[in-house]
């Protein structure tokens, strides 16, 4: 049988918020089965708890960003992502402000602090939601779609008009069955534009962003002084978010997401119309590992050599 996985014990870490530019303290901790993702305000009175769900996402500007009454929480689409990567079913997010730290802007801290806890396998199958037929969004030139596969697949295409970005590969595809998350993902940061900047802080966004946590490009070149940390790492930080904000449907997946121009607005939009087409999926468990698909056996296999 395929069993849930949280955390063996709970993990710290301290940072500031991407957009709001405040200092966070966060504890990841382990959860019972069933329990799936859930972030939680500690420094509301009381605690207030947000699961994963992609009906909680109220704010795409820049990240995926959940709301419950009064109590928000940004940018939880990377920790996300490593969660979904390594196959961490429970676990609970507490934090002390309305956002997840943003660490060097990448997925490769969160999935650090996942390892150094380490992982407990749980008395409970795992539930896989599987993708029966093809559903999409499209909004004019950009697009999503979930597309049936027994495993997880992304391929995504990116267009930027942009000579630091369009010199890189703007396309790519990763099948977790046969390529390594932590090393061929999960070191991709989130980038922006210094003629952008402006404009978003105005809007009250990358309050805490640097060059220590992003890409920063001007009109013709990356001003990182180390550069890029992957050929195609613009399009591959697209993938890492992609992945996280899958995740919020609570369920790994077993589909093939394909995009072009995407972004957590369309991505979240995906799930809605998935969610709601009651033909289009199914939630499946794998009692008998003899059964398994090759393609999520070998997605396992790359689990398992990640979590060290």
Avoid at 95 to 121: C, K, Q, R, T, Y
Avoid at 140 to 158: A, E, N, Q, W, Y
Wanted: one cysteine or more; glycine letters at 6%.
């Amino acid at each position: 049988m395929i069993r849930q996985k949280t955390l063996k014990t709970m993990v710290r870490a301290t940072g500031v918020g991407l957009h709001g530019g405040k200092r966070v303290e966060m504890c990841l901790r382990p959860a019972a089965p069933d329990t799936g993702i859930v972030f939680r305000r500690v420094d509301m009175d009381p605690p207030v708890d947000m699961p994963a769900d992609p009906y909680a996402v109220v704010d795409t500007r820049l990240c995926s960003g959940l709301q419950k009454g009064d109590a928000k929480v940004r940018t939880v689409e990377h920790i996300m992502s490593a969660l979904s990567a390594l196959g961490v079913d429970n676990c609970y997010v507490e934090i002390d402000a309305p956002e997840i730290p943003i660490l060097d802007g990448s997925a490769a801290p969160f999935v650090f602090l996942l390892n150094s806890a380490g992982f407990e396998l749980q008395d409970a199958p795992r539930r896989f939601l599987r993708v029966k037929k093809a559903v999409e969004f499209v909004e004019g030139d950009k697009f999503v779609r979930l597309l049936p596969h027994d495993g997880f697949k992304l391929t995504f295409s990116i267009h930027f008009n942009h000579p630091a970005i369009d010199s890189t590969a703007t396309e790519v595809t990763i099948d977790f069955s046969k390529q390594n998350y932590v090393r061929d993902v999960a070191r991709a940061r989130t980038f922006g534009f210094v003629q952008e900047l402006e404009m978003m802080y105005n809007m009250g966004l990358a309050q805490g962003g640097s060059l220590d946590n992003a890409i920063v490009l001007d009109e013709y070149r990356v001003l990182n002084a180390d550069g890029l940390r992957y050929a195609d790492e613009f399009v591959k930080h697209k993938v890492l978010d992609a992945v996280g904000d899958l995740y919020l449907c609570r369920y790994p997946l077993l589909a093939h997401y394909v995009a072009h121009k995407s972004g957590h607005a369309l991505n979240n939009q995906l799930l809605r119309v998935l969610l709601e087409d009651k033909e289009a999926w199914e939630i499946v468990t794998f009692e008998d590992d003899a059964v398994l698909p090759e393609p999520l056996r070998g997605q396992l296999a790359m689990q398992l050599q990640m979590a060290v």
